[in-house]
């Protein structure tokens, strides 16, 4: 009776996945079906699913029909590393202290970080840019840079918190006795062992640092060289018509950096995820 029931619980599980994984991966497979197809055979009535006039064609149309893709996608990939790096920068001493140190209104500023982070961007686009045309800021990279980390830092700071929380502290005060500062023992000591979570929030933060330049770029942006690959998916927009097949296969090779990189930290990041799962 328990292998039977075992059984159905796996059957369930493995249908629940696999409704998800189609939930999630057929809009990509659509864009990429959608980039196939020749212009006029988009909207073809009946729907076609297969077709015999499928091509790359697009993937060589797009490079013509708008010459800055690549220095927008170079724009794409700029902006979310130096967001993810400033981020990190001040997402790791913040993290140590929080899951460490006991200081006056630790929990109620905490708090006001889960808050800040159930606020959109689009909220609050009019002061800051009323601050960004304050600092000489407006149409540069850092009109974009600059919002990125500031909507990211109390993201990173949850969750690279709740793993150092799980690093030992016995170790530390081991490094203590022996001597060492608190930055010696951030440095050598935490870091080191928090590589996996790290990373984890490093990749989570480039992701949310690319699919959010979009609203900034649109808003404290108005120098072309300098958008990103979401503002500048809208030069495949015409005035008498939208090449849909070459903005779906721009749109793909945009998302290409972030593939690559979840692809090639894949280990990293399910060591990350899981850690602590696991009581010893």
């Not at 724009?75 to 400033?86: P, R």
């Not at 942006?221 to 998916?233: D, I």
């Amino acid at each position: 009776m328990m292998d039977r029931y075992s059984k159905l619980q796996m059957v369930g599980i493995y249908f629940a996945i696999t409704i998800f994984l189609i939930f999630i991966l057929l809009p990509f497979f659509e864009m990429f079906m959608a980039s196939l197809r020749p212009l006029e055979h988009l909207f073809r009535s009946p729907y076609q699913f297969w077709s015999d006039d499928f091509s790359f064609q697009a993937y060589r149309d797009m490079w013509v029909t708008v010459p800055l893709l690549g220095r927008y996608i170079l724009n794409s990939i700029f902006i979310a590393g130096m967001v993810t790096g400033l981020t990190m920068i001040f997402v790791i001493p913040a993290a140590y202290a929080y899951a460490r140190l006991e200081f006056p209104f630790k929990n109620l500023t905490l708090g006001i970080f889960l808050g800040v982070n159930m606020f959109t961007g689009a909220v609050l686009l009019i002061p800051l840019y009323r601050v960004l045309r304050t600092m000489g800021l407006l149409n540069t990279y850092w009109s974009m840079i600059v919002p990125g980390v500031a909507f990211l830092i109390p993201t990173g700071i949850w969750l690279l918190r709740s793993y150092l929380e799980k690093i030992p502290r016995e170790l530390e005060e081991a490094a203590f006795v022996d001597g060492a500062s608190r930055m010696y023992t951030l440095r050598r000591v935490v870091l080191p062992l928090a590589v996996p979570g790290l990373i984890v929030v490093g990749v989570a933060v480039f992701i949310g640092a690319y699919a959010q330049q979009f609203l900034f770029a649109i808003t404290f942006n108005q120098q072309r060289e300098l958008q990103p690959l979401p503002a500048g998916l809208f030069e495949f927009i015409g005035y008498q018509d939208v090449t849909w097949n070459q903005m779906m296969a721009a749109a793909l090779v945009g998302v290409l950096p972030v593939m690559i990189i979840f692809l090639f930290l894949q280990k990293y990041l399910v060591a990350g995820l899981t850690a602590g799962a696991v009581k010893e």
